[in-house]
């Protein structure tokens, strides 16, 4: 069978007065129906352009390189019209932040309705109806009263849940949900997670899901894909790259979650910073944070993980 | 006795209906909480968004008064103090906030915001201000070619490490730390984390933790307090308050966070949200929520009583 969406060789540039800013350098997964991948990286490794780019929300003069293919048909070179029939039906998405995603002056009923009715052939009143259910499913107490309030009557959690509402109604094959919980409290992020788990279990939709956090994509995701400043450091199923990370990137990373093995003293860390897109280094890219670099790692860089997974790492932790 | 003992502490906010309304209600911001912070020890201070816990950290500090309760700080009542006398003392307490960049003015050189605390206080003479402000550099892991730069040439860690020299430049007793390092990316969080360690053990500093994430905090502090709505719920070592919660509220929290290495435990989520602060539930604030509420927790307030103790809840269904 082949893959809902095959990424390969992406890329995602920037247009900046100093010329153009490359924010993903050349990016490859896959993705099968109904399956979850975690997509996790530190701030400026382009996760964020990646989903833009997939939901074809790149900036006017952002570029794109190499290929995106959903069930076959290519992103990269859809214009807006084309983007138009995709988005929402075939590929949805959700941020962080659902109050900058929704229109403030709208009711959350109108919002529902609109969407419904622009992607299905409904009445008002059948739009309206669907309306209500879709906000019990995604947990809103008392829908029908809910429909007449605007989103800063709403909480956070609640904001969010009509974005998820809105992004499952037309029914896509994807959702790229990008950070969705990071804004939330702890126990509402974990309502969000099941509550997300649930509906994607229903509806058979896959899904990327995109965060910083190691403890998050552990619940959702079935492969995880590392980045680090543009490229694809680590890839491969969830548990094989949480209990034996390959690349000293994801193992570093994991080491220096605090809490939740008891206290061992000092905590581990990474040395230096993230790199910004400005200077990235030679060779690997992690090379001068890295425990194991040597010349090799300084000069040239190493192979993109490959379909069946891997790590992009001349000497992966383990190896002789 | 404690470097810092604060006693039924209470902060209110009045909001009024408009702006030419006379009518008022109260948001009780802070509830008479209790707190003991030792020399040399960290407490956390955790909860959710509009919990209190900023609040509280700010009564303390006197940048908001409170309302009722006692602060004493090396055998000084805070609260006795005003104008020059207040200024004078702020020198033992100190404060770090989450965003540095928004605590730095961006036209100033970290040298000069650094070297400003040393100035109001008279700490050292004009002409060793800069062979100091170095030194203090050195120790948060800068160099002297930073004492000139503007902190927007700072990545966020840096700007912490000058935010953390601003605070001990002056020599607090006390360091309230507020969200340090909720804005910065996992690899450079256990940096910063290890250098407040090792500041803290060097100076024998009391440090006030403020957060939300239950793994920073387990890993980072002494002992715990957990606030809901305003009142300190639960109270004991960080370590058996993370291990063993007593409070349903300590546990719906702990249980809430994506634990890594608790892959898909399943939680009991149907928890509802945090009520509005300006009308709190009677009795117990939590009851509306709590799996093991009775009739009389929503009439009823507990009190924080000891168990076993060193810990201290204040709910009368568990623990007694």
């Known amino acids: 069978m082949s893959a809902l969406l095959t990424v390969d060789r992406l890329g995602v540039s920037f247009a900046t007065p100093d010329g153009p800013l490359h924010a993903v350098d050349g990016i490859s997964f896959s993705l099968e129906r109904g399956a979850v991948l975690g997509l996790v990286g530190e701030s400026g490794c382009g996760k964020s352009a990646t989903a833009s780019a997939l939901c074809g929300l790149l900036p006017p003069g952002a570029r794109t390189a190499g290929s995106a293919r959903l069930s076959g048909q290519e992103l990269t070179s859809l214009s807006e019209p084309g983007w138009r029939s995709i988005r929402g039906r075939r590929i949805s998405m959700v941020f962080q932040d659902p109050m900058s995603s929704l229109n403030p002056l709208l009711s959350v009923g109108e919002h529902l309705v609109e969407t419904l009715r622009t992607h299905q052939d409904l009445s008002r009143a059948a739009a309206r109806t669907a309306a209500v259910e879709w906000l019990r499913r995604v947990g809103i107490p008392d829908p029908e009263a809910r429909l007449a309030s605007c989103p800063h009557e709403l909480s956070g959690g609640m904001r969010q849940r009509v974005m998820i509402a809105l992004a499952l109604c037309p029914g896509p094959d994807l959702l790229v949900a ?125 192979d993109a993980p490959g379909s069946d997974g891997g790590a992009a790492c001349f000497h992966p932790v383990g190896s002789p | 006795m404690s470097l810092l003992e604060v006693r039924d502490l209470s902060v209110r906010f009045s909001l009024r209906k408009g702006a030419f309304s006379r009518s008022r209600s109260w948001l009780q911001a802070v509830d008479g909480a209790s707190l003991d912070v030792e020399a040399g020890r960290t407490l956390g201070l955790v909860g959710e968004s509009g919990c209190g816990k900023s609040t509280t950290a700010r009564a303390i500090l006197r940048l908001v008064e409170p309302d009722a309760g006692t602060v004493v700080l090396d055998g000084q009542d805070v609260r006795a103090l005003d104008g020059a006398a207040l200024r004078r003392f702020r020198r033992r307490m100190q404060v770090v906030f989450q ?114 994430d239950m793994g920073v905090v387990r890993h ?40 890594l290495g608790a892959r898909r435990r399943s939680i009991s989520v149907a928890s509802g949200e945090l009520p509005s602060p300006i009308a709190p539930p009677s009795g117990c604030p939590f009851h509306p929520r709590c799996p093991i509420a009775v009739g009389e927790c929503s009439s009823v307030r507990p009190e924080l009583e000891v168990v076993d103790g060193n810990r201290r809840i204040a709910c009368p269904r568990t623990g007694s």
Do not use: K
């Open chain 2, 99 to 212: 965003d540095p960049m928004s605590s730095l003015d961006p036209r100033r050189t970290a040298f000069q915001a650094v070297s400003e605390g040393l100035e109001v206080h008279g700490i050292c003479p004009p002409s060793l201000r800069r062979e100091r402000v170095a030194e203090l550099f050195r120790r948060v892991g800068l160099s002297g070619e930073h004492l000139d730069r503007h902190p927007h040439e700072f990545s966020g860690g840096q700007r912490q490490r000058i935010g953390i020299a601003r605070a001990l430049a002056v020599e607090p007793r006390l360091l309230i730390l507020d969200e340090p390092v909720s804005a910065l990316d996992v690899s450079v969080q256990a940096q910063v984390l290890n250098l407040l360690e090792d500041l803290r053990d060097e100076r024998g500093m009391g440090y006030l933790f403020v957060a939300h």
């Open chain 1, 178 to 302: 990008d950070e969705p919980t990071t804004a939330l409290d702890v126990t509402i992020q974990a309502q969000i997670l099941d509550l997300l788990a649930s509906l994607r279990r229903e509806l058979g939709m896959a899904m990327i899901f995109i965060t910083h956090d190691l403890g998050v994509v552990e619940r959702v995701a079935d492969r995880i894909a590392v980045m680090y400043a543009g490229r694809i450091a680590e890839e491969g199923p969830a548990e094989m790259i949480l209990a034996a990370p390959r690349h000293p990137y994801t193992r570093g990373l994991l080491d220096s979650v605090p809490g939740f093995r008891p206290r061992t003293g000092r905590l581990p860390s990474i040395p230096g910073t993230v790199p910004s897109p400005r200077d990235w280094p030679s060779g690997c890219r992690f090379h001068p944070r890295c425990p194991d670099a040597d010349s090799t790692c300084r000069e040239s860089a190493p």
């Open chain 2, 220 to 259: 980072f502090c002494d002992r715990l307090a957990v606030m809901y709505l305003g009142r300190i719920v639960e109270e004991g070592p960080a370590e058996e308050v993370c291990r063993s919660p007593l409070h349903p509220y300590t546990r719906l929290l702990i249980d809430s966070v994506p634990a």
